[in-house]
């Protein structure tokens, strides 16, 4: 039997873990049960991380970097308004797809709070910078003069948005219901850029030169006399 890289066999463990804790929570998450999972002697989860809180914070990064995707994928478009539909549909949509990444974050930020530390908020924080820059980076390039404290408001927004429609999700887990409620959030999204955006400067597009000869066909109508 072919030996699997360590490597490798880490992000089985960490995908294990995903979904242990997605199905029995933190505490039922046992490193046999993840071992088994994965397809591993319960020997080698505990040679690639040396702790159970060593294999969490793992999740964690996995978990983040998943999120960090998803937001890349759906990066700057053509402007703000844009671009912020364009995030909270590929967060909604990622979910969706990703029910034990859903579930598997609900748990783990519980826990991350009884611990000492503060995991949740690293996670936490990282996920709105990285939407933060998004948004930021879409209105320079737009030309749109929205203020920092706005950016912030929407980059809140559409966190807030995104978590609501997956606790909603895994709840329910109504697949048909999620994906018309999809458009629903996306609304409320709307409105509140229309509330808020609404009279955001934009760019004026310069004027066409005029030609020489359309210049002096207005002259010439100009002083022309009947």
Known sequence: MARIP???RRTELVAAAVRMIAAHGVDG????????????????LHYCFATKEVLFAAVFEHVTAQYREVLARNDIQSDVETTARALLRGVMEWYLANP?????????????QRQEGKQAEIVYNEAFATMRAILEAAATDAGQSVDPKTIDELTYIV???SDGFALNWLVFTDRAAAESQIELVLGVLDAWMAANLGDVPRPVAPAAKASPEDALRSLVSWVSVD
């Open 100 to 112: 034990d990444f859903g579930a598997a974050i609900v748990e783990l930020i519980s826990w991350a």
């Open 29 to 44: 998450a046992t490193t046999r049960r993840i071992a088994q999972d994965a397809n591993a002697p319960l020997a080698t």
């Open 6 to 8: 360590a490597a490798e």
């Open 159 to 161: 966190s807030t948005l």
